[in-house]
Nanobody, 128 residues
Framework: QVQVVESGGGLVQAGGSLRLSCIAS????????MGWFRQFPGKEREGVAC???????SYYADSVKGRFTISRDNAKKVSLQMNSLKPEDTAMYYC??????????????????????WGQGTQVTVSS
């Protein structure tokens, strides 16, 4: 059985930092790209950052470039360092893993996850 678990969300003041972690256990193979999505109230889930299964390439949404950094410790652990946080970053953040993820030329969409796996989400709230 596969489990994807996020942690590290919370309440932070504008300009502060948070570090999100994701652990994917029970994956059937090591060739899974992994990424972070976020969902604002009343809107569709959108890609934030993505990293290849080998960790040799990553991609970021324009809104977070220069502030967020995705890293991969191994085939099953990924982190998202978030600096200079803004109130507009407030959202539910989700981790996903899938063999079909393309993390070299652009961000994946929700449907790109396909038969991959999702975490339960962790809330990030940035106050003014």
């Amino acid at each position: 059985q596969v489990q994807v678990v996020e942690s590290g969300g919370g309440l932070v003041q504008a300009g502060g930092s948070l570090r999100l972690s994701c652990i994917a256990s029970g994956l059937p193979s090591d060739d899974y790209g992994m990424g972070w999505f976020r969902q604002f109230p009343g809107k569709e889930r959108e890609g934030v950052a993505c990293i290849t299964w080998s960790g040799d390439s990553s991609y970021y949404a324009d809104s977070v470039k220069g502030r967020f950094t995705i890293s991969r410790d191994n085939a099953k652990k990924v982190s998202l360092q978030m600096n200079s946080l803004k109130p507009e970053d407030t959202a539910m953040y989700y981790c996903a893993a899938a063999q079909t993820l393309n993390c070299r030329r652009g961000l994946p969409t929700f449907s790109d996850i396909g038969f991959g796996y999702w975490g339960q989400g962790t809330q990030v709230t940035v106050s003014s």
